[in-house]
């Protein structure tokens, strides 16, 4: 499916990323993450099973692949929401195996769900108060002196304030979470990630559910990120935001990585073209297969 969602300004695309040829599992200039050997089953299935993976810093890197790829399995392992069977995988030089969720976000490294998690019965600004980490209330001692933890509200306010007026939420900032649209918790859940101030910002699906009155205003702000030197990776089945906004593309198929390159090469790859046909060039066509298909004539579909 696709939005035809183009961002408001043509962007600048990061280039010489990588070392050497676009092969899966390049090195690159500045990796600010690299896995290897990131493995997971789930029973007899193996869902990731990446050898070699490097995301360049201060880019936007797509990760695609039809539907069951491994992409959000790999994201919950390397944000550390799910355990690896085996591998190991830095983030900005420091081991993130065994590292849990909230640990990781700390460290700068802040993902965003396919399906969103804006606390419904929390009010917008509640929501974007709980996306600030490292805050004195946490530290026992600290949060004995209230002069610490009031200066500390009033300044994650202020944030937050900001963050709501830039991503267009702060008339809403007292309703509740429930009252917003699919696109604006998407919106919503953004700016949240944006409280602690990462360094990589991980977003599955940003587009996914979000009305096309929104999608515009969502290009921009993943571009934002860019410009405001933050890292992207973004899971995506819309290959016109993929083609618009990634500087880098990483194909997944069966839990590998099969192709890696800029937006352009990456299309017209065979292995990813085959990736998306997969298994059913001679069967009928499930939904997902379809979805599948659909994206597939996407990519195929030249840059305009
Ligand atoms: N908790 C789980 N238990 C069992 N199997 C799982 C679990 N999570 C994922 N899988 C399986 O692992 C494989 C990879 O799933 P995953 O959701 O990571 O793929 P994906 O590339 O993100 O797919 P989509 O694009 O459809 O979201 C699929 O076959 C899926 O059914």
Sequence with gaps: MSSNATPSSKP??????HVGDAAPGCKKNDPILIADGV???FGGLTAVDVDHVEIPRGAITALIGPNGAGKTTFFNLLTGFDKPDAGSWTFDGTS???VPAYRVARMGLIRTFQLTKSLALLSVMDNMKLGAT?????????????????????????????????FKLDAKRNDYAASLSGGQRKLLEMARALM????????????AGVNPALTQSLLDH?????????????????MHMV?????WVIVMAEGRVVAEG?????????????AYLGQHHDSDLGSSDADNVEAMKELLDDDK
Excluded at 134 to 154: C, S
Excluded at 196 to 207: A, F, G, H, N, R
């Design 134 to 166: 490292g805050q004195t209330g946490e530290n026992m001692f600290r949060a004995l002196l209230p002069v610490l933890w009031r200066k500390q509200d009033q300044e994650i306010e202020a944030r937050a304030v900001e963050l709501l007026t830039r």
């Design 12 to 17: 600048v695309k990061s280039v010489d990323l």
């Design 39 to 41: 493995r997971r089953t």
């Design 196 to 207: 602690s101030e990462p360094t990589l910002v991980m977003l599955d699906e940003p587009m």
């Design 96 to 98: 993130l195996a065994h």
């Design 222 to 238: 993943i571009l934002g990120l860019k410009e405001q030197g933050m890292t992207v990776l973004f899971v995506e089945h819309d």
């Design 243 to 247: 083609r618009h906004i990634a500087d």
């Design 262 to 274: 800029d937006p352009h090469t990456v299309m017209q790859n065979p292995a990813v073209i085959d």
